[in-house]
């Protein structure tokens, strides 16, 4: 699929993204089904290891990318050259701390990455990829499912959303929508925490907007 098909499928982003919103406002879901498997907790826990990374030392770092698959239902697979990965993905991390407050800056650093192979580091996936950078900048890099992706029209047996190009597509509509709709992340707090920030906050509607329509959910995000 080319870059243009993937940026067609993020057309209307602000509505899908605002429709799974009131969605799960207006039908919360009972507090023993919000999160049966205590993934939240869980959640906070990998943003606390993601802080506490040398994204320097390719072994913590690899460390890091195990953590993050525990998100998974899959397991990590390791290639040879996972040290030259690790290297490239800590340097990754730190150009996106070091630029966090411009996000033309964050997007082009995503885009390069995507170009260099990068956002495939983790797996030869994207999906597990967002999920280590998101727990090193969970503010700054959404994570990216299957789950998700189905909102946005990719079919939920294939592997097309797999992309560095829908990732992109799928992080600009994200910053995005956060940026027009201030006033809808206060009330979502209650649904992913307090202190869980606004990035978070808005997946974790995507995903239970999913669970209210009946989707299958394996997990908290499937690959």
Same mark, same amino acid.
């Given at each position: 699929?080319?870059?243009?098909?993937?940026?067609? %499928?993020?057309? *209307?982003?602000?509505?899908?993204?605002?429709?799974? #919103?009131?969605? #799960?406002?207006?039908?919360?879901?009972?507090?023993?089904?919000?999160?049966?498997?205590? &993934? %939240?907790?869980?959640?906070?826990?990998? #943003?606390?290891?993601?802080? =506490?990374?040398?994204?320097?030392?390719?072994?913590?770092?690899?460390?890091?990318? &195990?953590?993050? &698959?525990?998100?998974?239902?899959?397991?990590?697979?390791?290639?040879?050259?996972?040290?030259?990965?690790? =290297?490239?993905?800590?340097?990754?991390?730190?150009?996106?701390?070091?630029?966090?407050?411009?996000?033309?800056?964050?997007? =082009?650093?995503?885009?390069?990455?995507?170009?260099?192979?990068?956002?495939?580091?983790?797996? %030869?996936?994207?999906?597990?990829?967002?999920?280590?950078?998101?727990?090193?900048?969970?503010?700054?890099?959404?994570?990216?499912?299957?789950?998700?992706?189905?909102?946005?029209?990719?079919?939920?047996?294939?592997?097309?959303?797999?992309?560095?190009?829908?990732?992109?597509?799928?992080?600009?509509?994200?910053?995005?929508?956060?940026?027009?709709?201030?006033?809808?992340?206060?009330?979502?707090?209650?649904?992913?925490?307090? *202190?869980?920030?606004?990035?978070?906050? #808005?997946?974790?509607?995507?995903?239970?907007?999913?669970?209210?329509?009946?989707?299958?959910?394996?997990?908290?995000?499937?690959?």
């Amino acid at each position: 699929m080319s870059s243009h098909n993937h940026l067609q %499928r993020f057309d *209307d982003s602000m509505n899908i993204i605002s429709d799974a #919103v009131s969605a #799960v406002l207006k039908h919360p879901l009972p507090t023993d089904e919000l999160d049966p498997r205590g &993934y %939240r907790l869980g959640y906070k826990s990998l #943003v606390m290891l993601g802080s =506490r990374t040398d994204w320097l030392d390719p072994h913590a770092i690899l460390a890091m990318m &195990y953590a993050s &698959y525990g998100w998974m239902p899959t397991v990590l697979k390791l290639r040879q050259d996972w040290e030259q990965s690790a =290297r490239e993905l800590g340097q990754l991390v730190t150009s996106l701390r070091i630029c966090a407050r411009s996000k033309e800056e964050i997007f =082009r650093i995503l885009t390069h990455a995507g170009e260099r192979g990068t956002l495939l580091s983790v797996n %030869r996936s994207v999906v597990g990829t967002s999920k280590l950078l998101h727990f090193a900048n969970p503010d700054l890099c959404p994570i990216w499912d299957k789950i998700i992706a189905t909102r946005f029209g990719y079919s939920a047996s294939g592997q097309s959303h797999n992309s560095p190009a829908a990732y992109l597509s799928y992080s600009r509509a994200i910053h995005a929508w956060l940026d027009g709709h201030p006033s809808e992340i206060g009330r979502l707090a209650a649904l992913a925490g307090e *202190d869980v920030g606004p990035l978070r906050r #808005v997946e974790f509607a995507l995903f239970l907007a999913a669970r209210i329509e009946g989707q299958p959910l394996d997990g908290p995000e499937k690959d």
